[in-house]
């Protein structure tokens, strides 16, 4: 066999390190594309960057080593695990049919400890905060009702392009976590057994008229996960830009 002279094995192994770095840099220009869409992917694990398609809310994100998230339109399920989670495993959305839309929440499947949120869509005329009272009065009462559920979601009043606490979130962790591109706030609220643990916790972020609604939280189910998940929540929500159609 004929041996390699060293330069010649130096500029190879130069060139595969090049050829790795540009593959690298190419990953990051070109995200995985999560959505309905043809072409598009309903799962992705990170670490790498993903494009996210929810129709009204287009998104770029970075996922981090062990963050997973899941397609299942019109919700996406969001999780940090070190091993891949089964769809018996993974909270799911819950949707009760309404005559001018829907009422949802997600319901978890007995993992209390699972770090986990799930995020929704919404358009900001939904929310009390874009109506004035006369407007309102106009309103029919499922649409009233549908204002009223998202003032429980994203509990803030929301003024001059910041949101701020209001009475809902007197008793909770409340953090700004706005950036030049969007609005937002994380909230979370300590369980009453173990202040080191999360009982449920969400955010809300705001980019022109959408609306992402970032829910940890089953109605019939307090939860048992780290209270530093809202530091892992941040980071995250640190590396997404709204991508306009």
Known sequence: MKSISRHKYIAAVASFAALICVCAKADDINPV????????VKTADGPLAVSVDMEDCTFDMQLSKNQ????????????????????????????????????WSFKTRGHA???????????????????????????????QQIMEDNSDRCPADFKNGKFSPNKKTKNLIFRPIDNNQWSGFIYGNPSKRDRSTLAYAGFCLIHNDSVIIGSMYDPDKNLTVPISFLDEISDSLSTLKFTDK
């Not at 594309?33 to 598009?40: N, R, S, V």
């Not at 899941?70 to 018996?88: C, E, H, M, R």
């Not at 819950?94 to 829907?102: D, P, R």
């Open 113 to 143: 400890d699972l770090k986990w949120f799930g995020m929704m869509c919404e358009n900001k005329s939904d929310f009390y905060w874009s109506a004035n009272k006369k407007s309102l009065d106009d309103q029919t009462p499922e649409t």
């Open 33 to 40: 594309k999560i959505g309905d869409q043809a072409g598009y």
């Open 68 to 103: 997973h998230i899941k397609y299942n339109g019109p919700d996406i399920i969001f999780y940090d695990a070190t091993q891949v989670a089964s769809d018996g495993i993974l909270p799911y959305l819950l949707q009760a049919q309404m005559s001018s839309g829907y009422s």
